[in-house]
């Protein structure tokens, strides 16, 4: 694991959040058995097996450029293109990138993988923004 601090305080929300600590049920039930398998500043690889309700890109997205900018974003463009669908509990892999920095304004790709095979299924593109509303995390 490289990046230090703010991979690690993107690291604790984000369990925090799969714990039902911080955030919303529904942000919990979403990321019941979602697993880092890699982490670096500005970057996560995942393994996920598919609940039988999902909607995590934004989250994924999110806890990336929290591991790089070391705040909490606002999302203020999400696109996802789907290439194939997936089954409930069918295990997929799930990659998240930084790959635009801004200054207050920031690019995440996340690519949503069939394990196993490679296949992509998703890709989810989020401009994401900070400002004075999305303060940095600190008790964390």
Do not use: C
Not at 106 to 131: P, Q, Y
């Amino acid at each position: 694991m490289e990046g230090g601090d703010s991979l690690k305080k993107s690291l604790a929300w984000l369990h925090g959040v799969i714990n039902g600590k911080i955030g919303h049920g529904l942000e919990t039930r979403v990321l019941q058995g979602l697993h880092v398998t890699h982490t670096e500043k500005g970057f996560m690889r995942f393994d996920f097996l598919v609940p039988n309700a999902v909607s995590l890109v934004d989250i994924i997205g999110l806890v990336t450029v929290y591991s790089f900018a070391n705040r909490v974003t606002s999302t203020v463009d999400l696109n996802v293109l789907y290439y194939s669908t997936t089954t409930i509990q069918e295990h997929v892999e799930i990659e998240s990138k930084v790959s635009a920095n801004r200054g207050k304004l920031m690019h995440t790709v996340v690519e949503v993988r069939r394990k196993g095979n490679g296949e992509v299924i998703a890709i989810g593109k989020l401009w994401m923004a900070l400002n004075k509303l999305t303060p940095q995390v600190s008790n964390l």
